[in-house]
């Protein structure tokens, strides 16, 4: 099993920028893809954007797409979701998660999560 801590939460108005870090414990991370998801109170979990064990594909949510930009660094066992042009709709407990596989694939199970982290996005 991989333990995923998430950072770089907080509190930014609309039109800003965070970055969101996970550091993973364990081996093998580098032959892990990984993803993103959030939740936003009384609505349902929903993915965010995930990667390939290399950072050679990567997919994003229509809702983020443009705004978002997902990325890892294998020798620090890290991924970063950076956002940009935040909107109040993106506030949500941001959650990371790793597969056991290195691949994209539709659909695909994530079997590591971390406890998540709150984005909030003021007016």
């Known amino acids: 099993q991989v333990q995923l801590v998430e950072s770089g939460g907080g509190l930014v108005q609309a039109g800003g920028s965070l970055r969101l870090s996970c550091a993973a414990s364990?081996?093998?991370?580098?032959?892990?893809?990984m993803g993103w998801f959030r939740q936003a109170p009384g609505k349902e979990r929903e993915v965010v954007a995930a990667?390939?064990?290399?950072?050679?594909?990567?997919t994003y949510a229509d809702s983020v797409k443009g705004r978002f930009t997902i990325s890892r660094d294998n020798a620090k066992n890290t991924v970063y979701l950076q956002m940009n042009s935040l909107k109040p709709e993106d506030t949500a407990v941001y959650y990371c998660?790793?597969?056991?596989?290195?691949?994209?694939?539709?659909?695909?199970?994530?079997?590591?999560w971390g406890q998540g982290i709150q984005v909030t996005v003021s007016s």
């Open positions: 998660a790793g597969a056991i596989v290195g691949w994209l694939s539709a659909p695909m199970k994530f079997d590591y």
């Open positions: 364990g081996r093998g991370f580098s032959s892990n893809a």
């Open positions: 990667i390939s064990w290399s950072g050679g594909s990567t």
